[in-house]
């Protein structure tokens, strides 16, 4: 089996770079797909809660309509078509924090040592331990799926919120952390409001949704303040 983890994924950046991001997103993504369906070897590759637009107040499903906002969501998009396309396995996910690599919780726990920081409170999504995610992507891919499907840890929440209680786990001061609006921080791509993903085919699959994400940040946070 071929597992594709590799992406082009500078959101900010691909406003500048469409062209660069849709080579490594959607042209590669397809070549893989060919490649692996020629020679009937399964393909798992990653997609994203950015193929949304945000617009909804209910979480997304696989069926749901996508509409990206930014040039990262355009270039994901077109490339799980392709891919899907070629009988591969695509797993949306959102939000990936892991305990050995950067990422949000990381940089929030290094940087609220050194000062107070101010993080978006008006954009809801699902945290996704990397661990977590592994486990059921695998386990998805050896249950045969194909298509879409989405897999997250249970549970939405702001990206203030997930600030705070990771910093709250490692007994640092959560009052150093303190919310904002999107229009405070202005980045140049757009991000949606609301990227909840939920899954209509986990139960079809035979397969166990991922725990809440508070039950697996605890470790994964530990793990963090050893490095961070
Ligand atoms: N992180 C998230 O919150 C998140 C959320 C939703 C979906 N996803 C999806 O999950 C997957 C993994 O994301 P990630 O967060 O692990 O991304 P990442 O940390 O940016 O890792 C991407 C990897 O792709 C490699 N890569 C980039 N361009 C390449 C190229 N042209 N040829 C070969 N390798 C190349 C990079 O190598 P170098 O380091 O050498 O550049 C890097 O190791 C992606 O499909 C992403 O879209 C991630």
């Given at each position: 089996m071929v597992i594709n983890c590799a992406a082009y994924t500078a959101v900010d950046r691909a406003e500048e770079e469409e062209g660069l991001a849709t080579e490594i997103n959607t042209v590669a993504v397809g070549v893989l797909a060919e490649w692996a369906s020629l020679r009937s070897r399964p393909l798992l590759t990653f997609s994203t809660d950015?193929?949304?637009?945000?617009?909804?107040?209910c979480p997304y499903v696989e069926s749901s309509s996508t509409n990206p906002i930014n040039a990262y969501g355009r270039s994901k998009l077109l490339g799980e078509s392709l891919a899907a396309g070629h009988g591969a396995l695509v797993v949306r996910t959102s939000w990936v924090i892991s305990g050995s690599h950067p990422n949000f919780v990381a940089t929030i726990l290094r940087k609220v040592r050194e000062q107070e920081l101010r993080v978006v409170d008006d954009q809801r999504g699902n945290p996704t331990v990397a661990a977590d995610l592994a486990r059921a992507s695998y386990a998805a891919l050896q249950s045969g799926a194909s298509g879409l499907l989405h897999l997250t840890n249970q549970g939405e929440t702001t990206w203030y919120e997930l600030a705070r209680t990771s910093v709250g786990l490692v007994d640092?001061?959560?009052?150093r952390i303190s919310p904002c609006e999107t229009r405070d921080y202005p980045t140049p791509a757009r991000r949606p409001t609301y990227s909840v993903l939920a899954s209509e085919r986990l139960d079809g699959l035979g397969l166990d949704p991922l725990p809440h994400w508070r039950e697996s940040i605890g470790e994964l946070v530990v793990e963090l303040k050893t490095w961070v």
């Open positions: 950015y193929v949304f637009d945000g617009a909804a107040d640092l001061d959560p009052s």
